[in-house]
């Protein structure tokens, strides 16, 4: 029963590629968020949706897409994969509750490599 | 600009003894506080928080302590088990977007038998 679940967990591709990942939660919770772990270890937050709303859209190239079908799911579609865009992609969820009250629960991360 | 720096890369500590871990913020707005702890292969797992009201919170056998004047909050394990050894993020954010949370590089505790 895996509170909020991504796919694939690894990934391997060439540069110029397109490729998406998905993630999906199961908490009932309303806000799903990407998160990148670069090189330097940083969770960088990407974007944020609440009920499908994009309410948080960080300084990302335009290469990366997200998409929320539904507020249990949060998709990231990537064009034209570049060598830096290698790193650990880790989707998380929240209820959003107001300040002093918001915990985000994390999937265990999608590992994108290219090469 | 990172506005959330751990800059202890990692830290061992004898089974028994208290690991105390460390972090610093520039962003005077931020006013929620947490610390996450990450085990390989696995997501962030939520540990403690707290707000800018508090100077500790305290929950088993994990303290967090925040000095709002020096920016600066630390988690303190007491007594650190084998099972503690992991890498620890803390995070912040501020009271007018309190959805974007930023977190440190994490330090890695390595807690030995």
């Known amino acids: 029963d895996t509170a909020v679940s991504q796919t694939p967990k690894y990934l391997v591709t060439q540069m110029g590629n397109d490729k998406s990942i998905k993630c999906e939660q199961n908490?009932?919770?309303?806000?799903m968020y990407w998160y990148k772990q670069d090189s330097k270890k940083f969770l960088k937050i990407m974007f944020s949706?609440?009920?499908?709303?994009?309410?948080i859209n960080e300084t990302v190239p335009n290469r990366f897409s997200p998409k929320s079908p539904d507020k249990a799911h949060l998709n990231l579609h990537i064009n034209s994969l570049e060598l830096g865009d290698s790193a650990v992609y880790f989707c998380?969820?929240?209820?959003?509750?107001?300040?002093?009250?918001?915990?985000?629960?994390f999937g265990a991360g999608s590992r994108l490599t290219v090469l | 600009d990172q506005q959330v720096k751990q800059n202890s890369p990692s830290l061992s500590v004898q089974e028994g003894r208290i690991s105390i871990l460390n972090c610093d913020y520039t962003?005077?707005?931020?006013?929620?506080f947490l610390w996450y702890k990450k085990y390989p292969a696995e997501g962030p797992t939520f540990l403690i928080s707290?707000?800018?009201?508090?100077d500790k919170n305290e929950d088993g056998r994990f303290t967090v302590f925040l000095n709002k004047s020096a920016k600066h909050l630390s988690l303190h394990i007491v007594p650190s088990q084998p099972g503690d050894s992991a890498v620890y993020f803390c995070?912040?954010?501020?009271?007018?977007?309190?959805?974007?949370?930023?977190f440190g590089s994490g330090t890695k505790l390595n807690v030995k038998p």
């Open positions: 962003n005077s707005m931020f006013d929620y």
């Open positions: 995070a912040a954010s501020g009271l007018y977007n309190f959805n974007k949370f930023y």
């Open positions: 998380a969820s929240s209820l959003m509750t107001g300040q002093g009250a918001n915990v985000l629960t």
């Open positions: 949706y609440n009920n499908k709303e994009l309410i």
């Open positions: 908490l009932g919770h309303d806000t």
């Open positions: 707290i707000s800018s009201i508090k």
